[in-house]
């Protein structure tokens, strides 16, 4: 028996499509695969491999538990992280896995081998023992390993939707991007392997809704044909965020968007520039007139403070934006949280701003008639820390149950401000 975990709610983790492709895979090599969330894994029982998807670092904290618990239970399991944060940093995790696999398994039997026992593979990390690693992927994304049959239900955070996935890694150059640096380099699907996945996976997920998987919708060369077909499958397109300077007249027309949600992540044009955001203003200026064009209610923008060599006149530059688009909208909503230097981009050495509360709170004053939301602050500065941290953490993260007790614990011991200050783990990982 063979268990797939992803640490956080049901709802959660049917939105993430790592959880239906492993699904996918694993039951391809003929195992009894099952799918556990939050709220049932408690049930695994007598599993040989439990295999725990990691997205989000803040999701740790409710793996560790997970892990505690199912260890006695599953005494003879061998438990094995993958996902993003593996690629980005597993040292923090070092003392509670067995096995970490690095980057993306299809087109490999990476899992079949590590559920034989077979670690000779190079993309495999065991604690104290790995010197190096070397990430895998698949060179082309093929249909073979791709989900049809998805577990879907209305609480998913695309609702009941079919996840297709479009492309994977990101032909842009945005210096903060992990997942630029991770899925490094971009692949997109074949528009005649989407008009088949998307048809088959409609009709066998029962659903009527499609949600759009990339890193940049738009950057698909053939995403108007693909909504174009969509529409004549007459389903509900859901995109993930778009460029601004990808959005077009046809594509807002083929996509029949209530809400456009773009990310110019810094508001000014110069900091744009030096994140290499290369979204310029008349960029988002023509997607704010496309989308009045097109009956759209609500625009939703995504900004980040704390970003090198920010100013004071950068933050009243964001404002003023945000205040130009809400002229011209109805409802406007802003999301806003600090950048977080990861590792593997130009920004893994650069300090965690603590001034980006301060900042969030004042352009949260000063903008009257728009919402603004923002995250925890312990929130953004656990997820800091662990992107960069080291194998110590696992100290600090035995004892804590979430990321409040986390960064109290950090504070009490006076070393939250140095792990805050830049890169603390290196592993020799290729990427
Ligand atoms: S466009 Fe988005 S996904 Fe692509 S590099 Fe920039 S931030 Fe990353």
Do not use: W
Not at 393 to 405: A, D, F, M, R, W
């Amino acid at each position: 028996m063979i268990s797939i975990i992803y640490p956080n709610s049901f709802k959660a983790g049917i939105a993430c499509l790592a959880t239906h492709i492993l699904l996918t895979h694993l039951s391809k090599f003929g195992y009894n695969v099952g799918a556990y969330f939050l709220e049932n894994y408690h049930l695994v029982r007598g599993a040989s491999t439990i295999f725990i998807t990691l997205q989000y670092e803040n999701d740790y904290f409710n793996a560790i538990k997970i892990i505690r618990e199912l260890r006695e239970k599953n005494p003879n399991a061998l438990f094995v992280a993958g996902g993003p944060c593996v690629m980005e940093n597993l040292h923090p995790l070092e003392d509670f896995f067995d096995v970490f696999i690095v980057g993306e398994i299809e087109d490999s039997d990476v899992m079949d081998k590590v559920v034989r026992r077979d670690f000779s593979d190079s993309c495999l990390y065991i604690p104290n023992k790995t010197k190096k690693v070397k990430k895998i992927y698949p060179k082309r994304l093929g249909i073979e390993d791709y989900p049809i049959k998805q577990m879907t239900h209305e609480k998913g955070a695309y609702g009941k939707a079919f996840l297709l996935e479009i492309g994977r890694g990101c032909p842009r150059r945005c210096r903060f991007c992990l997942a630029r640096a991770i899925y490094y380099p971009p692949r997109f699907r074949k528009l005649d392997d989407l008009i088949y996945l998307a048809e088959r996976g409609v009709k066998e997920s029962k659903v009527n809704k499609v949600a759009l998987i990339a890193p940049s919708v738009g950057d698909y060369k053939y995403i108007v044909e693909l909504c174009n077909y969509l529409n004549e499958l007459n389903v509900q397109i859901s995109p993930s965020s778009l460029r601004a300077d990808t959005i077009t007249d046809d594509l807002l027309r083929a996509l029949k968007l209530k809400t456009l949600t773009i990310a110019p992540e810094a508001g000014s044009e110069r900091l744009r520039e030096y994140i290499r955001k290369d979204i310029s203003l008349e960029d988002i200026r023509n997607a704010i007139e496309l989308a009045k064009k097109h009956g759209i209610e609500k625009v939703k923008l995504y900004f980040m403070v704390g970003i090198p060599t920010e100013t004071e006149d950068d933050i009243k530059e964001l404002i003023s934006l945000c205040e130009s688009i809400k002229k011209e909208f109805r409802k406007v909503e802003i999301t806003i949280n600090p950048l977080i230097p990861k590792p593997h981009t130009d920004f893994e050495n650069v300090p965690f701003d603590i001034e980006s509360k301060r900042k969030i709170r004042f352009i949260e004053k000063n903008l009257k008639n728009v919402k603004v939301e923002y995250e925890n602050f312990n929130s953004m500065l656990s997820q800091a820390v662990l992107a960069r941290g080291d194998k110590k953490l696992g100290n600090y993260l035995k004892i804590s149950k979430n990321y409040s007790e986390f960064v109290r614990y950090l504070k009490r011991d006076k070393v939250l401000d140095e792990y805050l200050k830049g890169l603390k783990a290196k592993t020799e990982m290729e990427l």
